[in-house]
């Protein structure tokens, strides 16, 4: 079955920090990755995702995320937060045609100003 | 603006009663889907609904009812036999399934009192 695993449930930065959010994700066969924000009191809201091709992809508000197939991963990175980025963040997967996205259990990131 | 809306933003609920939160999209989607946002546990699918007249249970549906006669709405019933109804519930849609990116609503908060 499908899984995603987020390990950071909490991650607390100084503004100007480099960030790095690990997803894993368990399926053998071809997946969609996504990772969504969802800021205090709003939606969730796409910040990247990959569907195929360049494994480096570029997203929203300077984050980019690396999918590695060897690694089952595909982690979110930043290289400079601001107190803006405070908010929760989602790792999902889905599979073409069967009309689920499965949602890791999110990390709670908190920038210090 | 094209969107999902949620409506109420809040709602309380006493035991036992069955009450309905309406999802309204205006993005000519024909996947639409309920989630279940709980704290520490990430989204977890209720239902969704790939086209009208036509849906399908996720991980959780046990206490939970929708239905789809229009392509733009897919309500959700949480009935009396729900055994923790409080939480976050969360609507989305998405163009194909699982083959693109999902959209969210608002969502909306319930409470059982």
């Given at each position: 079955a499908q899984s995603v695993s987020q390990h950071n449930h909490h991650v607390i930065l100084s503004e100007a920090a480099s960030l790095e959010l690990g997803c894993n994700y368990s399926y053998g066969g071809t997946v969609n990755l996504f990772w969504y924000v969802?800021?205090?009191?709003?939606?969730?809201?796409?910040?990247?995702?990959?569907?195929s091709g360049d494994p480096l992809v570029k997203g929203i508000k300077g984050f980019e995320a690396e999918f590695i197939k060897s690694k089952f991963s595909?982690?979110?990175?930043?290289?400079?937060?601001?107190?803006s980025d405070t908010a929760e963040y989602f790792c999902a997967s889905s599979t073409s045609g069967t009309y689920k996205y499965i949602f890791g259990t999110g990390t709670r990131l908190k920038v210090l100003a | 603006d094209?969107?999902?809306?949620?409506?109420p933003?809040?709602?309380f609920r006493k035991e036992g009663q069955n009450v309905t939160l309406s999802c309204e999209q205006n993005l000519n989607h024909d996947a639409m889907y309920w989630y279940r946002?709980?704290?520490?546990?990430?989204?977890?699918?209720?239902?969704y609904s790939q086209i009208v007249n036509d849906f399908q249970k996720g991980d959780i549906a046990e206490g939970y009812s929708v239905s789809r006669e229009k392509k733009e709405s897919f309500p959700l019933t949480v009935?009396?036999?729900?055994?923790?109804?409080?939480?976050?519930?969360?609507?989305a849609s998405s163009m194909t399934g699982g083959g693109g990116e999902a959209f969210f609503g608002q969502g909306t908060r319930l409470t059982v009192v």
């Open positions: 969802q800021y205090p009191g709003q939606h969730l809201q796409l910040l990247l995702k990959y569907f595909f982690n979110l990175r930043k290289p400079s937060v601001q107190w | 094209g969107g999902i809306t949620q409506s933003k809040y709602l946002q709980d704290p520490g546990q990430g989204l977890r699918l209720i239902y009935t009396s036999a729900q055994k923790n109804p409080t939480a976050f519930y969360l609507c």
